[in-house]
């Protein structure tokens, strides 16, 4: 499913009613969408290194994330009675902050490789620097709580 977020198209854009910009605007902001979107790449990143090879499952991982946006784009727009060329017309029309960039982000990655690969990377990378000072920090609460614990003398 190709999306041209970023890409202006030469032709007008078919009006369309404020409602329909509104719903595409809500469920994307909506955890129906965000939700599993979101769990799907921080559960797959750790795949995705910054190197230039990409393991053989990176394929594997990058189709079954098209497959889950296409499927939530899809019901979404079958539920409401709209095309993808209406979602089209109305990302392309959107403003910035109308829709988190990183919600925007996931769509175009379901059809690009790169793209898709660069959120990975940078979510992976995201985790191991919490990890580690998550790591860190309770590595001095382990040795706050040894002291703290210790029994007081008895008077």
Known sequence: MPFGL???NSAKAPELEPWVKDS????LGSPLYATPVFNFIDQQCVVFGPEEENPLSSMDIFQ???????????????DIGLDVEQLVAVLDTLKEGEVAEDVLRT?????DFLAFKDIMVKKNIE???LFARLSQHTGN??????AVSRPWPVL
């Open 64 to 78: 079954q994330y098209a497959d889950l946006v296409e499927s939530a784009l899809d019901a979404f727009l079958a």
């Open 6 to 8: 970023g890409k202006k």
């Open 24 to 27: 595409i605007v809500t469920f």
């Open 141 to 146: 609460l382990t040795h706050a709580k040894d």
């Open 107 to 111: 769509i175009p990655a379901a059809s």
């Open 127 to 129: 985790l191991e620097n």
